[in-house]
């Protein structure tokens, strides 16, 4: 089994940072890609920022120039830092790991963490 333990939301004013990190542990395994979703009330989970293996980077349009997505390999942890937030950020953020175990590939979440962009 595999553990994804989120950290760094909050509340910010627009115009903020706020940097979310994703620890994950657990039984063996090799991270295929490790990114970041969000869920804002009403409206369906969406991709923000992912990173594979390879090291190919996608972003969604709308964090483009303001969010960065990064990983220590070592600590099987990645890093949202998000900039420049907006009221529209606001959000629940999910960890999200797709790890190859075996042969086998298995997709987790972590908990979720409320980001609260408001003045």
């Known amino acids: 089994q595999v553990q994804l333990v989120e950290s760094g939301g909050g509340l910010v004013q627009p115009g903020g940072s706020l940097r979310l990190s994703c620890a994950a542990s657990?039984?063996?395994?090799?991270?295929?890609?490790m990114g970041w979703y969000r869920q804002a009330p009403g409206k369906q989970r969406e991709l923000v920022a992912a990173?594979?293996?390879?090291?190919?980077?996608n972003y969604a349009d709308f964090v483009k120039g303001r969010f960065t997505i990064s990983r220590d390999n070592a600590e099987n942890t990645v890093y949202l830092q998000m900039n420049s937030l907006k009221p529209e950020d606001t959000a629940v953020y999910y960890c999200?790991?797709?790890?190859?175990?075996?042969?086998?590939?298995?997709?987790?979440w972590g908990q979720g963490t409320q980001v609260t962009v408001s003045s």
């Open positions: 657990g039984s063996p395994f090799s991270i295929a890609a």
């Open positions: 999200n790991l797709v790890a190859t175990i075996g042969l086998g590939r298995y997709t987790y």
């Open positions: 990173k594979t293996s390879s090291g190919t980077t």
